[in-house]
């Protein structure tokens, strides 16, 4: 798909617009001497992740919308510059009602999911009367304002926002790399300061071994150069070395049929190279070195043959290639253990930096540490105070029972009457003689005096 052919590693061409679009070179290839089980047609491709907070939203924005005629067709015309512009988003009044539907519901999937983020970080720091409105303003990839329908608006951001990310993505992964690589080398120097002096030139020494190790490698060939498509043609594909064909090496790495060397096909060419100076079951080989190398590979390689900068390689521009004097006589290639990663002064002052976090953290967990004492303190306090006032009671329950008092309930009443002794008002109304209480509507006779005379 044309409008996000900007994106690195192309996770999410789209197959058949560009195949619509693009005439194929006819090439026929024995197929039966390519080593390996090639793409099975209409087999679908799985696309790398694109390593974007958004990455799942933005593949199923792209699928709802691949579903929709009236879209595709306008994809088949479209260059780059109306994509990035804006100009195709406006295409999107005119999609059918299900596909607006069914971007209205990502959308607003989209929104919970980031609503739930921003609670969950606040919440990690105890903060309340969260004001998600404001905080959703940080992601520029949809429209805020409205978290219920998607509108151009939302596609044209959609499109911005994976423009500009991924395109820093390179960049990004760079300083990244090299953070890892001072870490490694300030954490090997503050091992060294613990150790004593004959350990430490055991450590030192054993260090420069590997490193020489490492360096002695077979020669690394200039990434896309003739020389080097021709190895993978040989030992990858399986192909006679004398029947190079740019044609047809390009139809052969063009994995998913779409027309295009995407920077996933065009990583892929470079693994041989790498295997040479990588392996990783040797202790002195970093892969974390590996994939940088590979990244500098695929980004020299666009940069020398991607004539329109879109990301993606073209059989022209490929065929262009092969015709430049670098293609046939290359300048050496240098691989990271040949350069000079950082300088003296940028690993003082990421150590520097690493040194101020760790005393953040210091007095964070201090911090932390007096707030659990403190809480610790009040609740042993609590804890006191509670004991202390069950003693008073049971020590004025104790003295009642001494007095003749005994304890009363939690209303006041008498927990239990002493015997011979009734509450006023609770003597027992029986008939004289009897032990039962006088059945209803009887009257009580007054009793029979014993010195009135009968006769």
Not at 132 to 152: G, V, W, Y
Not at 203 to 215: A, D, I, L, N, T
Request: net charge negative; hydrophobic share 30%.
């Amino acid at each position: 798909m044309k409008w996000l052919s900007v994106l690195p590693q192309q996770c999410i061409v789209l197959m058949t617009c560009l195949l619509m679009a693009l005439e194929a070179v006819p090439i026929d290839i024995d197929k039966t001497k390519v080593k390996g089980e090639g793409h099975v047609e209409g087999e679908k491709v799985e696309n790398p992740d694109t390593g974007l907070y958004y990455d799942e939203y933005l593949r199923q924005v792209i699928d709802v919308l691949e579903t929709d005629k009236h879209f595709r067709e306008k994809l088949q015309t479209a260059d780059i510059e109306e994509i990035k512009s804006g100009k195709l988003s406006r295409e999107l009044d005119l999609v059918s009602h299900h596909v607006r539907t069914r971007l209205d519901e990502l959308k607003r999937q989209e929104v919970a999911r980031l609503r739930m983020l921003i609670k969950a970080k606040m919440d990690s720091v105890q903060d309340t009367g969260i004001d998600h409105q404001a905080l959703l303003k940080q992601f520029e990839h949809l429209n805020h304002q409205n978290p219920d329908t998607f509108e151009p608006k939302d596609l044209d951001m959609l499109i911005k926002a994976a423009t500009s990310d991924l395109e820093n993505y390179d960049k990004t992964r760079h300083e990244e790399f090299k953070k890892y690589e001072m870490m490694k080398e300030h954490e090997r120097r503050e091992y060294l300061k613990t150790l004593d002096e004959e350990k430490r030139q055991r450590e030192e020494s054993k260090f420069e071994e590997m490193k020489k190790k490492h360096g002695d490698h077979p020669k690394v060939h200039h990434p896309g150069s003739k020389d080097q498509l021709k190895e993978v043609w040989e030992e990858a594909d399986g192909l006679d070395p004398n029947e190079f064909d740019p044609k047809t090496f390009f139809k052969l790495h063009d994995v998913n049929n779409d027309g295009f060397l995407d920077e996933q096909e065009l990583e892929a060419l470079f693994t041989k190279e790498l295997e040479k100076v990588y392996d990783p079951k040797n202790e002195e080989d970093d892969m974390v070195e590996m994939e940088e190398e590979r990244l500098r590979m695929r980004e020299h390689v666009m940069n020398e043959v991607d004539i329109n900068k879109d990301r993606l390689v073209t059989l022209e521009e490929f065929l262009r290639a092969t015709e430049k004097k670098e293609f046939l006589e290359p300048d050496s290639w240098e691989t990271l253990d040949q350069q000079q990663l950082f300088t003296e002064d940028e690993l003082k002052e990421f150590e520097s930096h690493i040194s101020q976090q760790a005393d953040e953290m210091r007095k964070k967990a201090e911090d932390l540490q007096k707030q659990k004492e403190e809480l610790q303190r009040q609740h042993d306090q609590l804890q006191a105070q509670k004991q202390e006032l069950q003693q008073v009671v049971k020590q004025m329950e104790q003295k009642k029972l001494q007095q003749g008092n005994p304890p009363a309930g939690p209303a006041g009443e008498l927990k239990f009457q002493p015997p011979g002794e009734h509450k006023v008002g609770d003597a027992p109304k029986h008939p004289a003689g009897g032990d039962q209480p006088l059945p209803p509507g009887h009257v009580q006779e007054p009793a029979a005096r014993t010195d009135q005379v009968h006769p």
